[in-house]
């Protein structure tokens, strides 16, 4: 079955600062990528989500790029603020039914 | 907006007690939902897949006969954790997607349930 795999586990940043986080999967049959931002005691939500037949997709602040060959994928975050100090997941998906999910990346954001 | 709504978000029991979670989809009807557990600083684990009007589909190690799944329309899936000891104190969260074909997966807030 599918492995994802996330790295780093634990990241700090001073604000303004840009955050990476990378992922990577061993299915090269996945093609939906989902990154999910999860505050305490709350359920995950989606963020920003990349599909296979894209290389690399923004949103304001937020990216997402996707490499097929290698089979990883990375969360971009620029000028990071302290509301952005959350866990962040990433996933991938075999046709939508099944997700698998990585081991999940505490962010901190220093002011 | 897709808005998945979980209830209740918090229970405190005592052991032995059955307690049933809800899983809505307010605004969308959702084709497959699935219910997760998530340990203290963890990824989430899945329990299991639950499609409108059949079984659900447990993973391996689940319980069946412990975390009884029922999705009995389009916007609702319940999980009701039976018997429960204090092992079974975790946090459980579900979600649920629109169609088959690449669709994210839209969360509740979960349920931090607490077992004395």
């Known amino acids: 079955g599918e492995n994802v795999e996330q790295h780093p586990s634990t990241l700090s940043v001073q604000e303004g600062d840009s955050a990476v986080i990378k992922c990577t999967y061993s299915?090269?049959?996945?093609?939906?990528f989902p990154w999910y931002k999860q505050e305490l005691g709350k359920g995950p939500q989606l963020i920003i989500d990349?599909?296979?037949?894209?290389g690399e997709k923004k949103d304001q602040r937020i990216a997402v790029t996707l490499n097929k060959t290698a089979k990883h994928f990375s969360l971009h975050i620029t000028e990071t603020q302290p509301e952005d100090s959350a866990v962040y997941f990433c996933?991938?998906?075999?046709?939508?039914?099944?997700?698998?999910f990585g081991t999940g990346t505490s962010l901190t954001v220093i002011p | 907006g897709a808005v998945v709504s979980q209830h209740p978000s918090r229970v405190i029991c005592k052991s032995g007690t059955s307690v049933k979670i809800e899983c809505r989809s307010l605004d969308f009807q959702a084709t497959t939902m699935f219910w997760y557990r998530q340990f203290p600083k963890q990824s989430l684990m899945l329990m299991a897949t639950s499609n409108e009007g059949s079984k659900a589909t447990y993973e391996q190690g689940v319980e069946k006969d412990k975390f009884l799944i029922n999705h009995a329309s389009l916007t609702l899936s319940t999980l009701t954790v039976t018997s429960a000891h204090p092992e079974d104190s975790s946090f459980y969260i579900c979600s649920a997607i629109r169609g088959p074909d690449d669709q994210p997966q839209h969360f509740g807030d979960g349920t931090r349930l607490s077992i004395l």
């Open positions: 299915d090269s049959a996945s093609n939906y």
């Open positions: 990349i599909r296979s037949n894209v």
């Open positions: 996933a991938a998906s075999i046709s939508g039914n099944q997700f698998y």
